[in-house]
C-alpha cells in the first residue's frame, strides 16, 4: 500500500476510534457501551497492522477485543 492510501486508512480510522470512544463514555446503556469498546479495540489492531506490527495487532485482536470484550459482556449479563 503506498502511503498516500496508508494516510487516508489512518485517518479514517482514527475517526472511527474518537467517535468510538466519545460513544463509549457517553452511551446510557453499559451493553452498547462494551460493545463500542470492542470496536475502539479493533480499530486500535487494525492502525498496528497498518504500521507493520502484525503480532501486537493480532495480540491486540485476540487478548483484549476477543477477551476482554466477551469478559465485560458475560459480567454484564
Do not use: C, K
Request: hydrophobic share 70%.
Amino acid at each position: 500500500m503506498d502511503l498516500v492510501a496508508q494516510n487516508i486508512a489512518f485517518f479514517i480510522l482514527a475517526a472511527v476510534i474518537l467517535v468510538s470512544a466519545w460513544r463509549v463514555v457517553t452511551t446510557p446503556d453499559i451493553l452498547h457501551a462494551a460493545l463500542w469498546l470492542v470496536l475502539v479495540l479493533a480499530s486500535v489492531g487494525v492502525i498496528y497492522i497498518l504500521a507493520g506490527a502484525e503480532f501486537v495487532a493480532t495480540t491486540q485482536s485476540l487478548v483484549y477485543s476477543g477477551a476482554i470484550g466477551v469478559l465485560v459482556l458475560v459480567g454484564i449479563r
